[in-house]
């Protein structure tokens, strides 16, 4: 049973460009949770989805980045015009329903390294 | 805040010692999970205790959960060098994690 699963692994952009990173849940989670960390410090919420809908985004910058996670593949977080500030490992994990309050364990995936150059 | 707090910042201990780190939080809340992180990896989840829970084991680690002071441990016996890592806990549905304790075993 595959883990939770993100490509790519690592991402280097130049300022300006746009960042898409992907995250496949494990098999049967239909939550899917997005987690920022700056180096050498813990990870941020930004963002709580289900299939189709946004569920919580209260931790997203207002600007620039988005979330979605449609009926059919991977969810996926963009960054437009990405900034040097962005430059951060990118976490998602997934639970099989609401995670974490409820009891439920949440996975997460090896993350994805994004440079902004 | 909802946020974990983990204590001490770094430790670091020797092969065979116990290690012992500290979560601190504001909220009430319905569990508490602990989390390791290797060095550029993911988060690998450790154990979940319920705010029922006094106390939980899984192999060498031992978390204990204080609701009425707001605090958890983690302990990990007979640490080995492979236990090098960040150990982060988390609380809240969408997990609010803390900075870590950042753990060093030398063999």
């Known amino acids: 049973n595959a883990g939770v699963m993100q490509n790519p692994r690592h991402l280097v952009r130049r300022r300006g460009q746009e960042a898409r990173l992907r995250c496949s849940p494990m098999?049967?989670?239909?939550?899917v949770y997005w987690y920022r960390q700056l180096p050498e410090e813990g990870l941020k919420f930004m963002v709580y989805l289900q299939k189709e809908n946004i569920i919580d985004e209260s931790g997203m910058p207002k600007e620039r980045f988005s979330a979605e996670f449609p009926k059919e593949g991977p969810s996926i977080l963009r960054i437009q015009q990405v900034v040097r500030g962005d430059s951060a490992a990118y976490f998602c994990?997934?639970?099989?329903?609401?995670?974490?309050?409820?009891?439920?364990?949440?996975?997460f995936g090896e993350g994805s390294w994004l440079t902004v150059v | 805040s909802q946020q974990g707090e983990e204590d001490p910042q770094a430790l670091s201990i020797q092969e065979g010692e116990n290690a012992t780190m500290n979560c601190s939080y504001k909220t009430s809340i319905n569990n508490l999970q602990w989390y390791r992180q290797n060095s550029g990896r993911g988060l690998v989840h450790l154990i979940l205790?319920?705010?029922?829970?006094r106390e939980k084991h899984s192999g060498r680690l031992r978390v204990t959960l204080d609701t009425s002071k707001k605090s958890s441990s983690l302990l990990i016996t007979a640490s080995r060098a492979a236990d090098t890592a960040s150990y982060f806990c988390?609380?809240?549905?969408?997990?609010?994690f803390g900075q870590g304790t950042e753990l060093s075993v030398k063999p």
């Open positions: 994990a997934s639970s099989p329903s609401r995670g974490g309050g409820s009891g439920n364990t949440i996975y």
């Open positions: 098999k049967g989670h239909s939550h």
């Open positions: 988390a609380i809240g549905g969408k997990l609010i």
């Open positions: 205790i319920r705010s029922n829970e």
